[in-house]
């Protein structure tokens, strides 16, 4: 079974607006939805989205917790994080990550060996340097 797919807030965001995704992004997650479990995203995704709301950089039909939860509802799962992963995003190997958030999102993906689907380049740098698995989306 493959390695369960961790969306970046931009993946979520994206996701969850049915905007089109890549090829590869989109048969992934196809695949991975038919499996519970296998859809995961960040609680820091949650700080995420409200940050943008608060700024408006992102505009919502509802207010940023009751979308998140409807993300959960709908089947995304909590990926964890205990403080290892919060330790551990201070000390990321590889290309400076210089958003916190990105940083906490890498170390979870390390950490419990997620695919991370994102479009984030340092994202996308620090998967192409080989220090975690990225989808392209």
Known sequence: MSRALLLDTCALIWILN???????AESELAAAANKPGQIVVSPISAWEVGQLVSKG???LVTDP?????????????L??????????A????GAALRDPADRIIAATARAFGY??????????????????????C
Not at 18 to 24: K, M, P, T
Request: hydrophobic share 40%; charged share 20%.
């Open 18 to 24: 049915g905007d089109r995704l890549g090829g590869e």
């Open 57 to 59: 950089r992102l505009r």
């Open 65 to 77: 917790l009751t979308w998140f939860q409807a993300a959960i509802d709908g089947g995304v799962g």
């Open 79 to 88: 990926a964890p994080m205990p403080p290892s992963v919060l330790v551990g």
């Open 90 to 93: 201070s000390f990321l190997p």
């Open 115 to 136: 695919r991370l689907m994102t479009r984030d380049r340092p994202l996308l740098d620090l998967a192409g340097e080989g220090h975690l698995q990225a989808i392209p």
